[in-house]
């Protein structure tokens, strides 16, 4: 599938504008612009003899809970300290301006950046990195934890978890690892939502990781219209009837504006 043209993209501000339903779905390429590095991201430091998809595991978390402990107070730090681009505020404000329970965003990132953003209906399909919890007992952890910004070296270290204070078990983060299930709540309300769209936003996410992958395909055969940004070709720009291929932070603002 080739890019946008201008005409093209006329075409699918307009199909936005008559849509009685539009999801966000949104990915590691929305945050990418606000500093939050990906996955693709190569590690350094500490972790870059490291698969990512191994530290971002149960298995790789009982191995060397230090290790992967330290990875993700480094990666809540980023997030702590990073703020909305240019299009999670395009996402905001054109929730704002259309009709009550007309716009949704259903995200595959763990930061809070929509919600900081503006936008107030936001389904996270992969957890919270904001939200540590027990990994024995699964009891939240407490607001001291949460609320802190993390202070970790750029190179990474090792960093023994902070332990619950129901159980004493170690905390670990708040997000879906691989081999996990997706929050079965949320999955529901975003597969509600795919099969209920009028047109369905497909923003910086390849669409190769199921099941949240299955949503792009869901929606088009529900009869949504699936724009997809991202200036890489992917899966889901090959299922959109769009493809816009520019990162979020110019694309949203052209399209929404």
Known sequence: MRAMTPAELSAARATLRQAGRIVFFTGAGMSAESGIPTFRDALTGLWERFDPALLASAEGYETDPALVWGWYEWRRQKVMLATPNAGHRAIAVFAAKAASGAVHVVTQNVDDLHERA????????HGSILAPRCFDCAA???????RAVPNEPEGGRRLSPSRCAACGGPMRPGVVWFGESLPPSEFDRATQLAQTAD??????????VEPAASLVRLARRRGAT????DP???PSTHDAHYWIADT??????????
């Open 199 to 208: 047109v369905f936003v497909v923003v910086g996410t390849s669409g190769v």
């Open 140 to 146: 939240p952890a407490e607001d001291a934890l949460t």
């Open 248 to 257: 979020a932070a110019r694309a949203l603002p052209a399209l929404l504006t």
């Open 232 to 234: 890489h070709a992917s």
């Open 118 to 125: 503006g936008s107030d209906d936001v389904v996270h399909l």
């Open 226 to 229: 699936v724009i997809a940004i």
